[in-house]
């Protein structure tokens, strides 16, 4: 609310993106702040970590062009949409510990080696779609689906997170640029928040899609 006062003191207008509502209740805080301005438009990305910062650089992008920042919130409503998730996990455990999966599963998970990967689903909430015996397989797949739900990649900036494993983020780009490379990677070691709750290895793919993706089961 602070910030938001500041902004109007000076006359000007903030559009404020949010990780999303189903994964944290800052969408809600945000919306409380901004309540008593007209000039601040609060847009839940639905999506999480770089998945936000991807569209905020394209707000950027349209705020140099000189559009409304009103104008920019309304193309996000739509833009976020298009953001696909797809998010391998190394082990089980840091869910198990997080109270998201029995210990009976995540002991079977790591005996197997099983990873599990997760997506965005249409609300916004994060779920595991598959689960894949071994790390270069899981990776594999991750690329598999950016190259049959990726949209316009030579045109768009995608997003990489990754939990202290920059050989297999790395491993990932060279898979994405064989067949359809973007005209921009972010690549980026996840903050000890969010790393804390995926646990080490663990590695994410952001990139605009298909809006079929988030419902697709496989």
């Known amino acids: 609310q602070k910030v938001f006062e500041e902004v109007t003191a000076a006359g000007d207008s903030a559009v404020v993106i949010t990780i999303s509502s189903k994964l944290s209740g800052t969408y809600q805080s945000a919306c409380i702040a901004a309540a008593d301005f007209d000039n601040i438009f609060v847009v839940d ?11 905020a650089e394209h707000a950027l992008k349209l705020a140099e062009a000189g559009i409304s920042a009103a ?8 833009k976020k ?16 510990k997080g109270g998201r999966i ?10 197997l080696q099983i990873k599990p990967l997760l997506k965005g689903d249409p609300e916004g909430k994060i779920v595991c779609f598959a689960q894949v015996r071994g790390r270069k397989k899981s990776i594999e797949l991750m690329a598999e689906q950016y190259d049959r739900y990726v949209e316009h990649a030579e045109c768009e900036t995608i997003g990489i997170a ?7 983020a790395e ?3 060279a898979l994405l640029n064989r067949n359809h ?25 952001f990139f605009y899609g298909k809006k079929e993706f988030r419902q697709a089961t496989k």
């Open 171 to 173: 491993a990932l780009i």
């Open 45 to 55: 990305s639905m999506t999480a970590a770089i998945g936000s910062g991807i569209l």
């Open 102 to 111: 029995s210990n009976l599963k995540a002991a079977v998970g790591t005996v």
């Open 162 to 168: 990754h939990g202290d494993c920059p050989e297999d």
């Open 71 to 78: 104008q920019i919130a309304e193309e996000l409503e739509e």
């Open 181 to 205: 490379p973007p005209k921009n990677i972010i690549n980026a070691c996840y903050e000890p928040m969010t790393g804390a709750h995926v646990g080490p290895g663990a590695l994410a793919l």
């Open 81 to 96: 949409a298009d953001v696909c998730l797809i998010a391998l996990l190394d082990t089980l455990e840091y869910l198990k």
